[in-house]
């Protein structure tokens, strides 16, 4: 199970992507908001807080930018925010730094390009190399 969570900013772009996700037959929650102004930090809060408790496997949030939401949601510990706009980056996100939750721009993506990204991220395994399990262990130890 994943979840998805967005600001007004990012609301088009998730119920597209909500769509994309239920053809594909993803197992998903949406944790809203819907399309009213909210302040972005707490549904990036609530979203990573489910995935840090183990509720939800993975994340997805967007904002206007997905700036806000990856600054946020990188705050709440155990959480690796990746904000991509773009499939390589996603794809690395999952094979180097094993992101727990992507982040996208719902004014600065077309949609198209949008479900690639999820697809990418979704579809790709962490690599579990040696040097990138350290290298995340490392950012833990940043945390305390
Ligand atoms: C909301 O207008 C906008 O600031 C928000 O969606 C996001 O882009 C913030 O980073």
Redesign the pocket.
């Known amino acids: 199970m994943i979840a998805i969570a967005s ?4 609301y088009a772009l998730k119920i597209a992507l909500m769509e994309h996700l239920a053809k594909r037959g993803v197992d998903f929650e949406d944790l809203g908001c819907n399309g009213e102004p909210v302040d ?1 930090p707490a549904y990036a809060e609530k979203l990573c807080q489910g995935v840090t408790a183990g509720q939800y496997e993975r994340g997805i949030l967007v ?7 990856s ?1 946020a949601a990188n705050k709440i510990h155990g959480i690796r925010a990746a904000l991509c706009a773009d499939c390589y980056s996603a794809a690395m996100s999952r094979e180097h730094n094993d992101a727990n939750v992507l982040c996208l ?3 600065t993506l077309g949609t198209e390009l949008a479900k690639r990204i999820v697809d990418t991220y979704l579809d790709t395994p962490f690599s579990g190399a040696e040097h990138h399990v350290r290298r995340i262990e490392m950012i833990r130890e940043l945390e305390s």
């Open positions: 600001d007004h900013g990012g972005y904002c206007g930018t997905g700036i806000g939401m600054i721009g719902g004014r």
